[in-house]
């Protein structure tokens, strides 16, 4: 089995600009170092899986006894953030992983796309106009802007509906973004450059993982293997 997953922490963004000096914005992601804390097996726990811990800087008196009776066993450090990431198959002459490797971002080399899981920005109590984009009322004088008008009528239903939008808690949910491409690897620095956003603030936590569903390559752009399709319409007319 080979891990497919690995933690890290956003760092920022910057701008790359590619072969055809088309410009990209870029999340680098320190990805890693992990250690893998645990195994999950089908036969002991009904499922395959590995238990990855960031290994980062981290009192051992800063953890609890089960804390560090369980990282006793696989004979980790100690780990601030543990994550449970899907397996694959390991390739050929690849070593099987095991309780106590360390996972590094090397993991992505033969990967175009990954899934990046992180938490959102907290923005505290919102309204409206800003939690679910409302309009929001006349702004003339003698007229409140920041309002969603009615929840209820009074004669029917005379009653707020389950799940109507309204002001609250707005913020710090986990968000998938899937496949974002990879723009560039550093192997010596951990570092993961992805093209795209990636979900909550600078030094949060994201769980980045190889792309579930990744997206297929169009025609005439995936090589030179395959159909121009400008030229083949060109070709085309020129036989009729």
Known sequence: MAVTGILGKKIG??????????????TVLQAGPCVITQLKTAARDGYDAAQIGLVEFVKASRM????????????????????????EAATDGAAEAKAGDR?????????????????????????????????GGPKSHGHMFQVQGSIGASSFPSRVFPGQRMPGHFGTDQVTVRN??????????????????????REGYVLISKAKAPPRER??????????PLKAAKKAAKKK
Not at 16 to 26: A, L, N, R, S, T
Not at 74 to 85: G, L, N, T, Y
Not at 182 to 197: H, P, Q, S
Request: glycine residues 12%; neutral net charge.
């Open 13 to 26: 963004m910057t701008q790359v600009f590619d072969e055809k000096g088309d410009v990209h914005p870029i």
């Open 64 to 87: 609890t006894k089960a804390q560090n009776g369980h990282l006793k066993k696989s004979e980790a450090p100690p780990v601030k953030v543990i994550k449970e990431v899907d397996v």
């Open 103 to 135: 996972v590094l971002v090397d993991i992505f080399t033969d990967a175009k796309f990954v899934d990046v899981i992180g938490t959102s920005k907290g923005r505290g109590f919102a309204g409206v106009v800003k939690r679910h984009k409302f309009g």
């Open 180 to 201: 974002l491409r990879i723009r560039g690897i550093d192997v010596d620095e951990n570092l993961l450059m992805v093209e795209g956003a990636v979900p909550g603030p």
């Open 219 to 228: 025609r005439g752009f995936a090589g030179l293997g395959t159909v121009d």
